[in-house]
């Protein structure tokens, strides 16, 4: 019976030893479950910091794109309105002349000589009082146009220096003990160094630079300023042809000078020819001064030389300037951003307590959907500062990325 007890307890102490070793295992592993969980959970939080500031600087990259595209789109703008306002000044005068002309020919018939006296009388007032408001008009746009240049090339700066401040700022307001570094994507460069030669200021000085906007405006005039040639009126083998439009000179120091001629006359077809047997009115305007290398080309001023030759020359003999120089401005382009990876943004997020990292990528890319923005030519539109359809892009780490991440790594490890 001793002995039964003896042994007895013996197990007892074995089972209690054991048991004492399983409880020792099981907090061990809640302990390690806890650290991994919050490890995970620290991990989670990094990551989702590296991807709020690299989206929000993302944004404020697409932002400064999307500005300059609005601003060059202002400057296209307003060169139009130029236009618009001279060619508007020289159809004035063409109705002006066209007036004087048929009320000569019409003041010998009884009952409207007085409404024709009174429409002379009008009509001769239009010079003394349009031209002193389109002139005013024209130095503003003028003024906008200096205004608009400056601030191109003042907000690209102050925005390039917001997208940097604005990513530190969103990761102090997640936790401001972290450490943390902004790269161009696929590149050990450290932002924004890549990021500003993404775009290249061009001035109207330039010849070269001034045609290529020249050719980005004359593509944007709208039909008045573009051709005002068409027929008024025709019966049997007489016509009335209007004839008419704008042209753009830009002159070596950069400044751009716009001319308008209108024209008017009656046709008579004989023997399959047309041959002008009554001008009937004329004008012509020009913003800053006489645009001689435009005369004699038959597709100038809407073929205006072509279909109406003598009155149009008329026109041209008869133009008047404001002498308001449209002056040299700056506008920006793009150039190649995706060249090692300037168009996206490497965001690095290190806690100096655990020494986790994290990192994120987002770019920056030109989106236009032609169902959604279509063009009339239904033409693929590639990347340029001329619409403002620029959108951040939040992606993965390329293998690039992960290879200067690692190699940075290393290098700060020792």
Not at 85 to 93: F, I, K, P, R
Not at 240 to 268: C, F, M, P, Q, Y
Request: hydrophobic share 50%.
């Amino acid at each position: 019976m001793f002995r039964f007890r003896a042994r007895q307890q013996q197990q007892r102490g074995q089972t209690l030893t054991v048991m004492a070793a399983a409880v020792f295992l099981m907090v061990l592993m809640l302990m390690a479950t806890s650290r991994m969980g919050e490890h995970a959970r620290r991990q989670w939080y990094l990551q989702t910091v590296a991807d709020n500031a690299a989206y929000s600087g993302a944004t404020l990259m697409a932002r400064q794109f999307n500005v300059s595209a609005v601003l060059n789109r202002a400057l296209i703008a307003n060169q139009v309105a130029v236009a618009q306002w001279v060619g508007l000044a020289s159809w004035l005068m063409m109705a002006k002349q066209a007036v004087f002309n048929t009320a000569l020919l019409m003041m010998w018939i009884p009952g409207v000589q007085g409404f024709m006296m009174a429409l002379m009388r009008a009509m001769s007032r239009v010079d003394d009082v349009v031209d002193p408001i389109i002139e005013k008009l024209l130095l503003f746009h003028a003024a906008v146009i200096k205004a608009i240049s400056l601030a191109l090339v003042a907000l690209e700066a102050a925005m390039i220096a917001e997208t940097w401040l604005s990513i530190r700022a969103v990761i102090e307001k997640h936790d401001p003990e972290l450490d943390w570094d902004a790269f161009q994507g696929g590149s050990m460069v450290p932002f924004p160094a890549l990021w500003v030669s993404m775009t290249n200021t061009r001035s109207t000085r330039k010849r070269k630079d001034s045609n290529f906007f020249k050719q980005l405006v004359l593509h944007s005039r709208d039909p008045f300023t573009t051709s005002r040639s068409y027929r008024w009126l025709e019966i049997m083998n007489t016509k009335v042809v209007k004839a008419g439009g704008n042209e753009l000179e830009t002159l070596a120091n950069g400044i751009w000078n716009w001319n308008a001629i209108d024209s008017v006359a009656v046709h008579l077809k004989v023997f399959h020819r047309d041959y002008i047997v009554a001008p009937i009115g004329w004008g012509a305007r020009a913003s800053y001064r006489r645009y001689w290398a435009s005369r004699g080309h038959h597709t100038v001023y809407g073929d205006a030389f072509s279909l109406n030759k003598q009155v149009t020359d008329l026109a041209w003999a008869s133009m008047k300037s404001y002498r308001v120089a449209i002056p040299s401005f700056h506008y920006l382009t793009l150039r190649n951003h995706k060249k090692y990876g300037a168009n996206a943004l490497v965001v690095g997020i290190r806690d100096k307590a655990t020494g986790q990292v994290a990192h994120a990528r987002a770019e920056v890319r030109f989106s236009r959907p032609l169902s959604l923005f279509p063009r009339g030519d239904r033409q693929f539109e590639s990347d340029n500062l001329f619409n403002a359809l620029w959108e951040p892009n939040l992606v993965p780490l390329s293998n690039v990325d992960k290879a200067a991440i690692a190699a940075k790594e290393w290098a700060r490890n020792g």
